[in-house]
C-alpha cells in the first residue's frame, strides 16, 4: 500500500521556539493532506486541510498564524508550530489523498505521527 | 459528514472473534462506512470500507443493517496484536472529503 511518513518521529523543543513537521508521501502524489492532532487517550482532531500550490484551510478554532502549513509539492507538506508552548506538546499526525485515484479502497493514508514535547 | 457512537472499551478473548458494533442513524445515501484502527503511537491504519453490502477482506468483515443505521466491525480470530483504538467513520467517498474521528473504541484482546 501506499507510504507517508513524517519527520521527525518526535521533537523537544523549548517554550517559544517553531518547529517543523514534514509529512511526505513516498510513492504516491497528494494533491491533498490533511493535519491531524491527538492529546493524550483523546481521538484525533483534524486541523487542517492543506492543498497542493494554495493556502490551508483552518478547521474552526484552529490559529493558522500558529500552525503555519505548507504544501509546495505533490509529495511534501509541512507543520510549523510557531512559537510553540507547553499546551502545543501533542502527537501530529498528517494524512494524504492519493491525487491518481489509484487506491480502490482507501483515498486516504496515514503517517505514523510526531510527537511533539514543548518544554 | 453523520455522526457515529462506538462503545468507549470491549474485551476479547485471544483467538475468539472480535464485533465492534458502530451506531450510525443520520447516514445518508452516498456516505460510506470507514474503519480505521489506531495502535498506541501511532497513526490510524485502513482496515475495511462499504456502503451498503457486507464487505471482508483478509483484516475483516464489515456487516451493515438494511436499514444502514448500523454496523458491526467482526476480527475473526482476535490476536494480541489487534488490541488497539478502533474508529467508525461515515463520509462520503468523494475525494477530497475530511476524515472526521469520533471517541472509537479501545479493544483489549486478553489472552
Known amino acids: 500500500g501506499a507510504v507517508v511518513s513524517q519527520h521527525p518521529s518526535w521533537v523537544i523543543c523549548k517554550s517559544g521556539t517553531s518547529v517543523k513537521i514534514e509529512c511526505r508521501s513516498l510513492?504516491?502524489?497528494?494533491?491533498?493532506m490533511f493535519w491531524y492532532r491527538q492529546f493524550p487517550k483523546q481521538s484525533l482532531m483534524l486541523m487542517a486541510t492543506s492543498n497542493e500550490g494554495s493556502k490551508a484551510t483552518y478547521e474552526q478554532g484552529v490559529e493558522k498564524d500558529k500552525f503555519l502549513i505548507n504544501h509546495a509539492s505533490l509529495t511534501l507538506s509541512t507543520l510549523t508550530v510557531t512559537s510553540a508552548h507547553p499546551e502545543d506538546s501533542s502527537f501530529y499526525i498528517c494524512?494524504?489523498?492519493?491525487?491518481?485515484?489509484?487506491?480502490?479502497?482507501?483515498?486516504?493514508?496515514f503517517g505514523p505521527g510526531t510527537r511533539l514535547t514543548v518544554l | 459528514d453523520a455522526k457515529t457512537t462506538q462503545p468507549p472499551s470491549m474485551d476479547c478473548a485471544e483467538g475468539r472473534a472480535a464485533n465492534l458494533p458502530c451506531n450510525h442513524s443520520t447516514i445518508s445515501g452516498n456516505e460510506y462506512v470507514y474503519w480505521y484502527r489506531q495502535i498506541h503511537s501511532q497513526g490510524p491504519q485502513y482496515i475495511i470500507h462499504?456502503?451498503?453490502n457486507n464487505e471482508t477482506n483478509e483484516m475483516a468483515s464489515l456487516i451493515i443493517t438494511e436499514d444502514r443505521k448500523s454496523s458491526t466491525l467482526i476480527l475473526p480470530h482476535a490476536t494480541l496484536r489487534d488490541t488497539a483504538v478502533y474508529y467508525c467513520i461515515v463520509r462520503k467517498r468523494d475525494t477530497g472529503n475530511q476524515f472526521y474521528f469520533g471517541t472509537g473504541t479501545s479493544l483489549t484482546v486478553i489472552p
Open positions: 462499504g456502503l451498503k
Open positions: 494524512s494524504a489523498r492519493d491525487s491518481a485515484g489509484i487506491s480502490s479502497y482507501n483515498e486516504q493514508f
Open positions: 510513492d504516491f502524489q497528494a494533491t491533498t
